[in-house]
């Protein structure tokens, strides 16, 4: 699976858009980006996949560029419960169970009031 | 979304002695579940793979028979840590994929060895 790169930290200001940003230069023709948050001590929340469309849900905006080799996450409004350790992962989709997933360092999100 | 729950949520024990852990998807049926574990300000790092009805498949430098795995039923797979040491204090999560390929954590387990 492709690796990424995700900064370390970021900082941003309750009720303002956090916008995560996420670098798989290598990613191949199949494989998907997913995001996925960790809260303190608990186990990791799915928050979006995508492949190459952009997508949104209720929690969250997933932008790929157009070219695949890097994509945002945004939180529209951020609140404080959104402070985690946010998580963009690549690997191969298909089959009706999935893959494995690898994670990586992560971006400590911090929303300040 | 689907429901991934864990047993117990955090267990303390003595050296030497083995602890199981259970990780049962509550809503929807699961051929594979996953095991981490993760230590503390580090990122979660794969274990294993637990595969129904077969035997799981470990990731590179994790000990199999330390780390048993069984995947008896299609929501129900299992981890026993045995001979445990202080060492192997973490926390272990484990994760199972719907047919949607959202892949759902549990809550973690909290291992202490004394």
């Known amino acids: 699976d492709a690796k990424t790169t995700q900064p370390p930290s970021m900082d941003c200001a309750e009720g303002r858009a956090a916008n995560l940003p996420c670098n798989h230069s290598?990613?191949?023709?199949?494989?998907?980006v997913y995001w996925y948050r960790q809260i303190h001590s608990q186990g990791p929340q799915y928050i979006i996949h995508g492949l190459k469309n952009n997508e949104t849900n209720e929690m969250a905006s997933l932008i790929i560029t157009e070219d695949r080799k890097s994509s945002t996450l945004i939180l529209p409004h951020a609140t404080l419960r959104d402070t985690a350790v946010y998580y963009c992962?690549?690997?191969?989709?298909?089959?009706?169970?999935?893959?494995?997933?690898?994670f990586g360092q992560g971006t400590e999100l911090s929303v300040k009031p | 979304g689907a429901v991934v729950s864990q047993h117990p949520s955090r267990v303390i024990c003595k050296s030497g002695t083995s602890v199981k852990i259970e990780c049962r998807s509550l809503d929807f049926q699961a051929t594979t579940m996953f095991w981490y574990r993760q230590f503390p300000k580090q990122s979660l790092m794969l274990m294993a793979t637990s595969n129904e009805g077969s035997k799981a498949t470990y990731e590179q430098g994790v000990e199999k028979d330390k780390f048993l795995i069984n995947h008896a039923s299609l929501t129900l797979s299992t981890l026993t840590v045995t001979s445990a040491h202080p060492e192997d204090s973490s926390f272990y999560i484990c994760s199972a994929p719907n047919t949607r390929n959202e892949q759902f954590f549990g809550p973690g387990t909290r291992l202490t060895v004394l």
């Open positions: 992962i690549v690997r191969v989709g298909g089959g009706n169970q999935g893959g494995k997933l690898i």
């Open positions: 290598t990613i191949s023709g199949n494989e998907y």
